[in-house]
């Protein structure tokens, strides 16, 4: 009887008028329809990357635009930079060692962000750099790195370039592609963008399809400049996924409906900060600093003296409300709140009211109400700044 309340940072919840577009009849991806859609949905969605650059759509996951980037602009041998802060980052470095790249790890212990300075100690010693590898928002601990920070101290330390991962937080957090410095920015349908997987966009600086004309990597179905030449024809070099890109169509004009990408990520600022204000008010610890807190997901830290399996089971079970776990050492130690997307604050009063009808099962010691109070103070204020 009751919906299951996705509260994960991947999949998202799909809005109505999204899910009534991708209900749309199926057309030809070679029709003079399918070229208008095209169009009209890359113009759309460029003010979300921050472009007026080419956006690519692969009919794909994340990983595979991630892969995409990397195999287009490095060959084997190579030297990168991958920064890595957590479980995504490390997937980076997976690809690239993959690839048979030489690959310069700077890690990070989970739950912190790279800084700048410790980006530019990193390079200085190193030479001949084909690209450097960012994850915008580490998904597995709730961090987002200083991306236009690392982007100018990319462009100030080296002649690499700067790729970045923007799977978990763009449509959430803010992307000044082209002011930053970005040459690849790729993101995946499944998160703050609103739409079931299988979908991801990629997008490619000037600078960057330079380096992809010479680039030797052999690839075919992830060839981007494929992609580039059927995109110059409105379409794609392969069947793409016209359901989700009727969807995405769907999702630009409800951000147009908002007020602009700077009010959906306005949104997720508050969400976020009514999500650790609860937290706090529960006397349960979060991951991370308020410095670096993702706009999209927050890693929560099992309640004191509470088995997180059994408290995780329990308010799927009995409340229905579905947070992920940790992943890799964390699992176990801390769950992930996804507030990314088609979240409001409505969503977040109500899964924290949940969660404290669980706590109050598990016989935790809390003042029932402290935590919908401290989000509701949270969000009452920025109501009234904006009366
Ligand atoms: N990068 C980040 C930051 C992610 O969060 C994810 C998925 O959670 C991926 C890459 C991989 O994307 P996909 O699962 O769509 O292939």
Known sequence: MYENILRHPGPTPIPKKVQLAMNRDIISHRSNEFVELYRETIELVKPVFGTKQDILLLPSGGTAALEAAAINTVSAGENVVVITVGAFGDYFVSICEKYGFHVHKLE???????????????????QDIKAVFITYNETSTGIINPIAELAEVVREETDALCIVDGVSCIGGAPAEMDAWGIDILVTGSQKAMMLPPGLSLVSVSERAWKVIEENKTPSFYLNLLSYRSWAEKGMTPNTPTVTLINGLHEVCKLIEEEGGIEHTIARHELIKNM??????????????TDEHASPTITAIMAPKGIALGDFLSHLKQQYHLDFAGGLGHLQGKIFRFGHMGYCFPSDILQAISLMEAALQDFEYDFELGAGVRAAQEVFLSAQRKQL
Do not use: D, S
Not at 108 to 126: H, M, S, V, Y
């Open 275 to 288: 999500v650790r204000h609860a937290m706090n008010a529960l006397n349960i610890e979060l991951l991370t």
């Open 108 to 126: 990070k212990e989970w739950g912190q962000a790279c800084t700048a300075k410790e980006l530019r100690e990193f390079l200085q010693p190193l």
